[in-house]
């Protein structure tokens, strides 16, 4: 499947691809093969309705505490220095997978059959021509707070977590492309969380492809894999202390879909993302954590981003 990739790009076949967190199971279709899945995907931002309602069971403060604490642990022995730490919350709503997709308002969306659906605001790579972008988001503040913009611009610990997302991000384009730049270094935008409103901290990094990129795709796909957004750095062990600290599997969660229109590539990551876990429906979401990071402010910027637009 991931030699496919190669070839339906350098014929000019647009794809949707769907990635697992590690690239370790990664889908594809071309448009003909999604007529005959129950598969919907978008990557124009949607018309906004009323907010979907929802009711959330959490995990405790203390049981996030713990899980915390343990990756403090691990900031201190040197073994990363910043990871995305993420949980699952049991959710109850009115809507099925599919409702729920038409209904969320978001810059990308994909339904996958009834087993998840996500409506991501993060964008992962989008390639044009032959310059590849990519776009980490890291930092996040609620909206309805006094000078909320100038406190998440001057917040030390954002800012050190965005820049070592940022410094990743490079390192990881450097792997496939060159001519690295950082274009737009910590702007914000503004995001519609259902009934409230956050504002998001992202930057854009860019980089020159070979020509022939088309050719090699799978090999840039995957080696940009796991995203470096919500996984951590250094990147390896980082992934190995998540597989031990969080209660679930991310398995397609956190990973990515994107769509080749026959010439260039756009995708997602995953966030935002709700599974049917055999009938009962779980949210995953969860945040950046660094030395400097405060176990409260994590668990609610957690909570903050269980809701659909």
């Known amino acids: 499947m991931i030699n496919r990739l190669s070839s339906l790009a350098a014929s000019g076949t647009p794809f949707l691809v769907i990635s697992d967190f590690k690239a370790e199971s990664i889908l594809v279709y071309t448009l003909e093969e999604l007529t005959q899945e129950d598969i919907e995907f978008s990557f124009t931002p949607s018309a906004q309705l009323h907010p979907t309602p929802l009711i959330t069971s959490p995990i405790s403060f203390n049981t996030y505490k713990e899980q915390f604490d343990t990756i403090i642990e691990h ?11 993420t949980c699952s919350t049991p959710i109850t709503t009115p809507h099925s997978l599919q409702q729920i997709y038409q ?4 810059k990308f969306k994909l339904r996958y ?28 503040i609620d909206a309805a707070i006094e000078n909320a913009k100038e ?33 737009k270094f910590r702007y914000v935008e503004h995001l519609q969380t259902g009934y ?9 990094i860019t980089a020159q492809l070979p020509n022939d990129w088309r050719k090699n795709f799978d090999k840039i796909l995957t080696a940009l894999l796991p995203a470096g957004s919500i996984t951590g750095t250094p ?3 980082t992934v190995n202390i998540i597989e031990e ?14 769509y080749f ?9 995953m966030i935002r993302f709700i599974e049917n876990n055999h009938g009962n429906l779980i949210y995953k979401s969860g945040g950046g954590i660094t030395i400097d990071s405060d176990s409260e402010d994590e668990y609610q910027e957690m909570l903050d981003k269980i809701y659909i637009p």
């Open 235 to 237: 990147k390896r062990s």
């Open 261 to 269: 229109d026959g010439e260039n590539f756009d995708s997602a990551v």
């Open 196 to 204: 409230k409103e956050l504002l998001q901290v992202s930057s854009k």
């Open 75 to 85: 900031i201190k022995a040197g073994e990363t220095y910043l990871l995305n730490y």
């Open 245 to 258: 600290v969080e209660a679930h599997k991310r398995d397609f969660f956190t990973g990515v879909f994107g």
């Open 151 to 183: 406190k998440i611009l001057s917040d030390e610990k954002e800012m050190a977590e965005h820049i070592m997302v940022v410094d990743l991000l490079r390192n990881d384009l450097g792997i496939v492309a060159k001519n690295i730049q950082v274009e």
């Open 113 to 140: 059959k009834d087993e998840f659906v996500c409506f991501s605001p993060e964008r992962f790579i989008k390639i044009e021509g032959t310059t590849i972008s990519t776009y980490p988001m890291k930092g996040t």
């Open 103 to 106: 209904k969320a308002h978001a």
